[in-house]
T-cell receptor, first 114, second 109 residues
């Protein structure tokens, strides 16, 4: 049973470009959350998707958008990239049906904006 | 002030020592997670707590809901325990996680 898989693992973009990161949740999980982790800091919540809708959102600008597909996989899109968007982007999946379910994390996508 | 505070930020120990990492939070929570992050970036969930104490191998996690405090203990520490340990809480108002800044643990042989 594959856990959470993310792609790509590493990528380099130029300021102003757009990027799409992908996440496949653990089998049986229906909720996907995205987090941004700057170097030396704890992850920050970007948003969460459930039933193909954004259910919660953190304090990130509209340049950050996402999508969840019927198979529960998800994409994170960032437009007009800034140098400060350089970070590790983590995807986490869980099953909403039961209270307090364990969360599984992917290995992350390292984004460098130059 | 962050909603989740961890201490210490950095911790260096000798192999075999008993390790304690602390986490304090200021919001009402439905669950608290202890996570381990290795240099490659991937995060592994060690424990999820809503009350009491849990043990897995050499790892022990406790939580005091009244005091809004949790601790992660590592007994007989080993160099392979070297990693960043992160405390994260799930608030009562939703399922998002709020993370502490992490504790960088280095265990020397």
């Amino acid at each position: 049973d594959a856990g959470v898989t993310q792609s790509p693992t590493h990528l380099i973009k130029t300021r102003g470009q757009q990027v799409t990161l992908r996440c496949s949740p653990k089998s049986g999980h229906d909720t996907v959350s995205w987090y941004q982790q700057a170097l030396g800091q704890g992850p920050q919540f970007i948003f969460q998707y459930y039933e193909e809708e954004e259910r919660q959102r953190g304090n990130f600008p509209d340049r950050f958008s996402g999508h969840q597909f019927p198979n529960y996989s998800s994409e994170l899109n960032v437009n007009a990239l800034l140098l400060g968007d350089s970070a590790l982007y983590l995807c986490a999946s869980s099953f909403t049906g039961a209270f307090g379910n364990t969360i599984y994390f992917g290995e992350g996508s390292w984004l460098t904006v130059v | 002030k962050n909603e989740v505070e961890q201490s210490p930020q950095n911790l260096t120990a000798q192999e075999g020592e008993f390790i304690t990492i602390n986490c304090s939070y200021s919001v009402g929570i439905s669950a608290l997670h202890w996570l381990q992050q290795h240099p490659g970036g991937g995060i592994v969930s060690l424990f999820m707590l809503s009350s009491g104490k849990k043990k897995h191998g050499r790892l022990i996690a406790t939580i005091n809901i009244q005091e809004k405090h949790s601790s992660l203990h590592i007994t007989a520490s080993h160099p392979r325990d070297s990693a960043v340990y992160i405390c994260a809480v799930r608030s009562t108002s939703g399922s998002r996680l709020t993370f502490g800044e992490g504790t960088q643990l280095t265990v020397n042989p």
